[in-house]
């Protein structure tokens, strides 16, 4: 009796190699064949470049929330003063502040003062954000203290005020000029209240990577800001960072709790969180929409294995005369359809690597091309198109294909396998 040979034998897959070299004059499979594989290659390129642009985006978005700002902020609910105005300033911030740097996960609290104020330097203005912070706290904030860019030295933070780098830009400022911070609510007299004027040496310069913190914050030592802002003694809010940002919420009942009955918890989830909601609905729909067209790229290997199919219909009646048995046929043009996809997944595992990897070249390359001008930080937020290139998406791009390529070939694989060998040559 003769023994019945494995599946995907040595013969099934030298069948389906021929198969897949076909010449034109055999019928122009093989165009088919390339068709089908760029397709599935530049299907695979674009949803891995998509996908490391947009964990690339997250990414940097995220780190430049936490990297320049506190992760939770601590507020006073305020009281009504005398005067019928709401004072929400902290006046205990300094036991306050204590009490909270004893939760288990919080690594830093720092007491500020916040305004908003008007920056001048000769005949050029600019309205920015007033940070009053101690310099000691001011060198753990990390996209401050270790920008992107800096120029100065932020140990001369307490002899001078520290601001960004778009700040610098639009008031024309460098390290070593003087600019004036002109507040509304300065000296209260008989009169009411005068603007407050103050000028500061500019002794740092950052960039922390986000168009609207370079463009609108500066930093004033903590006292200093006190003086300006008239809060002797106070603080208007604590600002803290933890160790798990990403598990700030199971923090927050603690934090209140020793903060105190008149406070509230601001974090950076609810100050972003719903940008990175809309974030998330445009991944999901943007993987969505890719993995459609990677199905359609997927479907021309149905058209290049229908027509082999059609072409090759004498050789499969003279296959099954011969004892190829159904199985073998199947798996013969299931083998010349999941190696098609298998190629191009590959390809354009390759390509979308590869621009993950130098997309700042590519960039810069389309962005001289056309001109200039392609990405507006004060639109986007940040400075540059960012990518991040991570296993877990290259895998569900594969996956996906691969998973689809298969599963598309398995149809006219399976009309081969059934095709009858005296049909097929009852007219040869």
């Given at each position: 009796?003769?023994?019945t040979?494995?599946?995907?034998a040595?013969?099934e897959?030298?069948i389906a190699?021929?198969?897949?070299?076909?010449?034109?004059a055999e019928?122009?499979?093989?165009?088919?064949?390339w068709?089908s594989?760029l397709?599935?290659t530049?299907a695979?390129?674009?949803?891995?470049?998509?996908?490391?642009?947009?964990?690339?985006?997250r990414?940097?978005?995220?780190?430049?929330?936490?990297?320049?700002?506190a992760?939770?902020?601590?507020?006073?609910?305020?009281e009504?003063s005398q005067?019928?105005?709401i004072?929400?300033?902290?006046p205990d911030?300094?036991?306050?502040?204590?009490r909270?740097?004893?939760?288990?996960?919080?690594?830093?609290?720092?007491?500020?003062v916040?305004?908003?104020?008007?920056?001048?330097m000769?005949d050029?203005?600019a309205?920015?954000?007033?940070?009053g912070?101690a310099?000691?706290?001011l060198?753990?904030i990390?996209?401050?203290?270790?920008?992107?860019?800096a120029?100065?030295?932020?140990?001369?933070f307490?002899?001078g005020?520290?601001i960004?780098?778009?700040?610098?830009?639009?008031l024309?400022?460098?390290?070593?000029?003087?600019?004036?911070?002109i507040s509304?609510?300065?000296?209260?007299?008989?009169?009411?209240?005068?603007?407050?004027?103050?000028?500061?040496?500019v002794?740092?310069?950052?960039t922390?990577?986000?168009?609207?913190?370079?463009?609108?914050?500066?930093?004033?030592?903590?006292?200093e800001?006190?003086?300006?802002?008239?809060?002797?003694?106070?603080?208007?809010?604590?600002?803290?960072?933890?160790?798990?940002?990403?598990?700030?919420?199971?923090?927050t009942?603690?934090?209140?709790?020793?903060?105190?009955e008149?406070s509230?918890?601001?974090t950076?989830?609810d100050?972003?969180?719903s940008?990175?909601?809309?974030?998330?609905?445009?991944?999901n729909?943007?993987?969505?929409i890719?993995?459609?067209?990677v199905?359609?790229?997927?479907?021309?290997?149905?058209?290049?294995?229908?027509?082999l199919?059609?072409?090759?219909?004498?050789?499969?009646?003279?296959?099954?005369?011969?004892?190829?048995?159904?199985g073998?046929?199947?798996?013969?043009?299931?083998?010349?359809?999941?190696?098609?996809?298998?190629?191009?997944t590959?390809?354009?595992v390759?390509l979308?690597?590869?621009?993950?990897?130098?997309i700042?070249p590519?960039f810069a390359?389309?962005?001289?091309?056309?001109g200039?001008?392609?990405?507006?930080?004060?639109?986007?937020?940040i400075?540059?198109?960012p990518?991040?290139?991570?296993?877990?998406?290259?895998?569900?791009?594969?996956?996906l294909?691969?998973?689809?390529?298969?599963v598309?070939?398995?149809?006219?694989?399976?009309?081969a396998?059934?095709m009858?060998?005296?049909?097929?040559?009852?007219?040869?």
């Amino acid at each position: 009796m003769a023994k019945t040979p494995a599946p995907f034998a040595a013969f099934e897959w030298m069948i389906a190699w021929r198969y897949l070299r076909a010449r034109r004059a055999e019928g122009g499979v093989s165009v088919m064949t390339w068709i089908s594989l760029l397709g599935i290659t530049l299907a695979v390129f674009a949803l891995i470049a998509t996908l490391a642009v947009r964990s690339g985006f997250r990414a940097e978005f995220v780190d430049t929330i936490l990297g320049a700002n506190a992760h939770v902020t601590v507020y006073n609910l305020g009281e009504v003063s005398q005067s019928g105005r709401i004072d929400r300033t902290i006046p205990d911030y300094a036991e306050m502040a204590a009490r909270v740097a004893q939760v288990p996960g919080v690594t830093r609290v720092a007491p500020l003062v916040r305004g908003q104020v008007m920056a001048n330097m000769r005949d050029r203005n600019a309205g920015i954000a007033i940070y009053g912070i101690a310099a000691q706290d001011l060198k753990t904030i990390p996209r401050i203290a270790s920008p992107e860019a800096a120029r100065g030295d932020i140990a001369d933070f307490e002899r001078g005020i520290a601001i960004g780098s778009g700040v610098a830009q639009e008031l024309g400022a460098d390290i070593g000029d003087t600019i004036k911070i002109i507040s509304p609510n300065g000296v209260k007299t008989a009169f009411g209240t005068s603007p407050r004027v103050n000028a500061y040496e500019v002794v740092y310069i950052f960039t922390a990577g986000r168009y609207d913190i370079d463009r609108t914050r500066a930093y004033l030592p903590f006292a200093e800001a006190q003086t300006f802002f008239n809060r002797e003694g106070v603080a208007d809010e604590l600002e803290i960072m933890v160790e798990d940002p990403d598990a700030v919420d199971e923090l927050t009942p603690s934090l209140l709790q020793v903060a105190g009955e008149r406070s509230q918890i601001w974090t950076w989830r609810d100050a972003s969180g719903s940008f990175l909601r809309a974030l998330e609905v445009e991944d999901n729909v943007m993987f969505i929409i890719l993995s459609i067209l990677v199905l359609i790229a997927a479907m021309n290997i149905v058209s290049g294995l229908i027509m082999l199919v059609k072409n090759k219909g004498r050789d499969i009646g003279i296959l099954r005369t011969m004892g190829l048995t159904e199985g073998s046929v199947l798996r013969v043009f299931f083998i010349c359809g999941a190696f098609t996809g298998l190629i191009g997944t590959v390809a354009g595992v390759v390509l979308g690597c590869l621009f993950a990897l130098y997309i700042d070249p590519i960039f810069a390359f389309v962005n001289m091309a056309m001109g200039g001008g392609v990405w507006d930080p004060s639109i986007r937020g940040i400075y540059a198109l960012p990518a991040q290139l991570r296993l877990e998406d290259v895998l569900s791009a594969v996956a996906l294909s691969l998973g689809l390529s298969f599963v598309v070939t398995i149809f006219p694989a399976r009309r081969a396998a059934r095709m009858n060998p005296v049909e097929a040559l009852r007219y040869e």
